[in-house]
C-alpha cells in the first residue's frame, strides 16, 4: 500500500523561505510520479508542480516560477519543495500526490493522480 507523508510546513514571514518534503512507502515500481498541490481556504486545490523518476520538472505555473524548485531523492523515495520569496498569497495546505506511471505524459490535473498525503500546513505571514 503506497503512502505518503508531509513534512517541513510551518508559519514563516515573507520573504522568507521554507523547505518541505514528502516520502513514499510501499511504491512497487520507481516509475512513479509526484507532484505537489496546494489549497488556500476557500479555494479549489492547485498544481503547483511535479517531478517524474529522472528528475523532469513540469513548466511551474505563473503563480510560482522562479521562486519553487522540486527536487527528488529516488534512493530515499523522497522529494522536496523548496520556496522562496514566500507571499501571503502562498498560504495554504500543501498536499504531496503520486501515482504510478509509463512514458513521458504530463499529469497536472487532482483526479490524475492515486495517491495523497495528509497535507502539510503553510502560513505566510505578511
Known amino acids: 500500500q503506497v503512502q505518503l507523508v508531509e513534512s517541513g510546513g510551518g508559519l514563516v514571514q515573507a520573504g522568507g523561505s521554507l523547505r518541505l518534503s514528502c516520502t513514499a512507502s510501499g511504491l512497487t515500481s520507481t516509475w512513479f510520479m509526484m507532484a505537489w498541490f496546494r489549497q488556500a481556504p476557500g479555494k479549489e486545490r492547485e498544481f503547483v508542480g511535479s517531478?517524474?523518476?529522472?528528475?523532469?520538472?513540469?513548466p511551474y505555473g505563473d503563480s510560482v516560477k522562479g521562486r519553487f524548485t522540486i527536487s527528488r531523492d529516488n534512493l530515499k523515495n523522497t522529494q522536496y519543495l523548496q520556496m522562496s520569496s514566500l507571499k501571503s498569497e502562498d498560504t495554504g495546505i500543501y498536499y504531496c500526490?503520486?501515482?504510478?506511471?509509463?512514458?513521458?505524459?504530463?499529469?497536472?490535473?487532482?483526479?490524475?493522480?492515486?495517491?495523497w498525503g495528509p497535507g502539510t500546513q503553510v502560513t505566510v505571514s505578511s
Open positions: 500526490a503520486g501515482r504510478f506511471y509509463t512514458g513521458s505524459y504530463t499529469y497536472t490535473q487532482v483526479a490524475q493522480y492515486d495517491y
Open positions: 517531478i517524474d523518476r529522472s528528475g523532469r520538472t513540469t
